[in-house]
C-alpha cells in the first residue's frame, strides 16, 4: 500500500472517531437537558394524590389515565386530619380509603396520611425518596382555602400532568343523592317519626332540593319512580367498559368462583369480600343485579348508584376478573353451567341476608348441589352503614358540599374570564 492510500485510511478513521465522538456528546447532552426522559431499567413513576372519600369510577377512571402516563403509579391517600380542615369531615376514615385505594387494579403502591397540598419538602421528598417522575392531577380545581391552588409548585417545578376528568359523577353529588334519597323516604313514610326524618327541617329539605336537583331529569332511568339512580348524569359507552375490563376470560381448568350483590356505593366491605372470594379460585365472575331488583327489594330509593355506574366500581377492582351486568337474582343451574361455576358464595354481612328464610331462596340450586359458601366478612359495613354516616352528619356534609360548588363555581368564573380577556 502507497503512503497516499495509508494516510487515506487514517483520515478516513479520524472522521469516524470524531463523528462517534461528537455523536455520544450530544446524546449525552440531550440526556442532561430531559432527565425526565426513561432510563434504561428505570421506570417512570408517576404520583397522583386525593381523598378518595365515598371513592366511585370517576376516582377510578382518574387513576387509570394517570398509571397510563407511567410505568409505576404511586397514591397519596390524603388524612383524616387534613381532609377536616380543608373540606370538613370525611365520610369514610383513612384505613376504609386505605383498603378502597389498595383495591383499584391500576395502583401500584399507597402513600398513607399525604398533605393535602404538594409543600416544597413533600414535594422534594416524592423525587428523591419515591423516584417520582411526574405529579398527576385532574383538571377539575383543587382549590386550598387561602384560595390558591394545591399544585402550584408542581406546575412551576414542570412535574406536573393533567389528565381529563369523568363527567357525570362526583364524591359532592352522591352525597347529595343520598340526602336526596332519605328526604324522599321520609317525607313519604307520613307515620314515621324516626330519627331520620327528624333531622330534615323543611328548611334543610328546600336547600337540598336546590343544591342537587336542579336541571336533573326527575324520571327514573330504570323506570321506578323515585329511585336514586334518577339523578345520575352517567352516560355509559362500551369503551369506557372496556377501558375497566381486565380483557381475559378463565383459562380451561380455571376454577371460577361467582359471588353477587348490588355492590351500591362500592365501599371497603365490598372490596374486603371480593378480596376473600378470589382467593378461592383462579377466576371471580360478579353478577350485578339491576336498578329494578334492588329497588324492589330495598326501596325505591334505592339503588343510590345506577347499574353500569356499579359495574364499573366493581370492574375496577384488582380481585375481578369479569362481571355480569344486570345479573339475575337467582342463580339457576343454566347459569351455573353456562359459566361453568365452580363454587357460589355469598358474604356473611349484607343488606339482605335472610335469603335462607325466603319462600324462594335465590341459592336453592348451588345449595342443593354442594357448591354454596358464606365467607365471613371482614369488615361490618353494609351500603346502609354509609348512608346513616351521611344523615348522622347531616349538617356538616350540606355545609362542605356548598363549600366546594362556591369553590368550583369562583374557579371556572376566574377561567373564563381569564379567557375572554
Given amino acids: 500500500m502507497g503512503w497516499e492510500g495509508a494516510s487515506g485510511q487514517r483520515i478516513a478513521v479520524s472522521w469516524l472517531i470524531g463523528g462517534l465522538v461528537i455523536g455520544l456528546s450530544v446524546l449525552g447532552f440531550r440526556c442532561l437537558a430531559s432527565p425526565h426522559i426513561k432510563k434504561k431499567n428505570r421506570p417512570i413513576r408517576v404520583y397522583m394524590d386525593g381523598c378518595f372519600d365515598m371513592m366511585h369510577y370517576g376516582h377510578c377512571n382518574a387513576l387509570r389515565q394517570a398509571r397510563a402516563l407511567g410505568d409505576q403509579l404511586v397514591v397519596g391517600v390524603v388524612s383524616d386530619a387534613e381532609i377536616i380542615v380543608n373540606k370538613g369531615p370525611p365520610v369514610t376514615p383513612l384505613h376504609e380509603r386505605m383498603i378502597m385505594v389498595s383495591g383499584v387494579k391500576w395502583v401500584d403502591e399507597i402513600i398513607p396520611d399525604a398533605p393535602y397540598a404538594i409543600t416544597e419538602e413533600f414535594m422534594k421528598k416524592l423525587f428523591d425518596e419515591y423516584n417520582i417522575d411526574y405529579i398527576i392531577h385532574g383538571d377539575d380545581p383543587c382549590v386550598l382555602p387561602d384560595g390558591t391552588d394545591a399544585y402550584a409548585l408542581a406546575k412551576k417545578a414542570g412535574r406536573y400532568k393533567q389528565i381529563k376528568r369523568t363527567e357525570g359523577v362526583s364524591s359532592t353529588d352522591i352525597v347529595g343523592r343520598m340526602l336526596l334519597c332519605v328526604r324522599e323516604r321520609s317525607a313519604g313514610d307520613s307515620n314515621s317519626h324516626s330519627s331520620l326524618q327528624r ?21 327514573s332511568e330504570d323506570g321506578v319512580s323515585g329511585s336514586g339512580t334518577r339523578i345520575s348524569h352517567f352516560l355509559p359507552t362500551s369503551r369506557r367498559i372496556v377501558q375497566f375490563s381486565n380483557g381475559k376470560g378463565p383459562g380451561p381448568d380455571a376454577r371460577i368462583i361467582y359471588i353477587d350483590g348490588a355492590f351500591d356505593l362500592f365501599h371497603a366491605g365490598h372490596v374486603e369480600i371480593l378480596r376473600l372470594a378470589r382467593g378461592l379460585g383462579d377466576f371471580l365472575l360478579v353478577g350485578i343485579h339491576t336498578d329494578h ?23 375496577a377492582c384488582r380481585y375481578v376478573d369479569e362481571v355480569i351486568i ?63 354516616r351521611i344523615v348522622s352528619n347531616h349538617d356538616a356534609y350540606q355545609k362542605r358540599n356548598e363549600r366546594k360548588a362556591e369553590s368550583e363555581r369562583r374557579y371556572y368564573e376566574e377561567k373564563a374570564f381569564v379567557a375572554g380577556d
Wanted: charged share 25%; no cysteine.
Fill in 293 to 315: 331488583n334492588v329497588s324492589a327489594k330495598r326501596g325505591r330509593h334505592r339503588p343510590i348508584m345506577n347499574l353500569h355506574e356499579r359495574s364499573l366500581s366493581v370492574l
Fill in 326 to 388: 344486570g345479573a339475575p337474582m337467582e342463580v339457576s343451574k343454566d347459569m351455573i353451567t353456562t359459566f361453568n361455576i365452580s363454587l357460589v358464595v355469598h358474604g356473611s354481612v349484607a343488606e339482605d341476608n335472610d335469603f335462607q328464610k325466603e319462600k324462594e331462596n335465590p341459592y336453592e340450586i348451588p345449595n342443593s348441589m354442594g357448591i354454596l359458601k358464606l365467607l365471613e366478612s371482614p369488615l361490618e359495613i353494609t351500603t346502609s352503614t354509609i348512608i346513616k
Fill in 199 to 219: 333531622q330534615f327541617s323543611s328548611n334543610g329539605r328546600s336547600t337540598l332540593q336546590r343544591q342537587f336537583s336542579h336541571g336533573r331529569n326527575n324520571k
